[in-house]
């Protein structure tokens, strides 16, 4: 594959035990992953969003080391991700993405304490908007925030994956 410019984005399909997940990465890393209950019409709003269409190529081979490091999330081998992200949004939004990042594992954290890790403590509903606009779902834990009741709260992806992803990590009990 040719070198390419770090607005060309390459994005595949693959098997999640959900269903099926999209990956779509750059040069310089992954930006957008949606999983099952996102369709691919909403994988392709996002990218056109993001992109210009003649950047936007399907191509499996750039995004192989996000699949791996998923099937062994999947598989129960891999609780951190390592792979590097082109995260494209509001540098608010970043901040509450970059403290997703710093929630391991098997833990949960409310919106409001996010909030306040992000430097505003009352904008928990102005956090929970980024929240709801992570494009890289999973890698970047989203998932692991609860309602200040500890419910669970609205997901992108469905709150019932949202239940099995908390429940594969040991978060959720029920």
Known sequence: MPA?????VYWTPFTTPLGT??????????CCLM??????AHFTVWLHNHFDAENIH??????LDV????DAYWKGTRTR???RLDLRGTPFQRAVWDRLLHI???KTETYSVLA??????QGYQAAGAAVGQNPVRLVVPCHRVLGSDGGLTGFASGVRTKQWLLRHEGALLL
């Open 4 to 8: 390419s410019p770090p607005d060309t």
């Open 21 to 30: 997940a999209y990956a779509a990465s750059t040069r310089n890393g992954l």
């Open 35 to 40: 999983l099952p209950d996102e369709t691919e």
């Open 58 to 63: 399907p191509h499996p081979e750039p995004n």
């Open 67 to 70: 699949i791996e490091q998923l």
């Open 81 to 83: 991700f390592e792979l």
């Open 104 to 106: 391991p594992f098997g």
């Open 116 to 121: 306040e890790a992000a430097g505003a403590p």
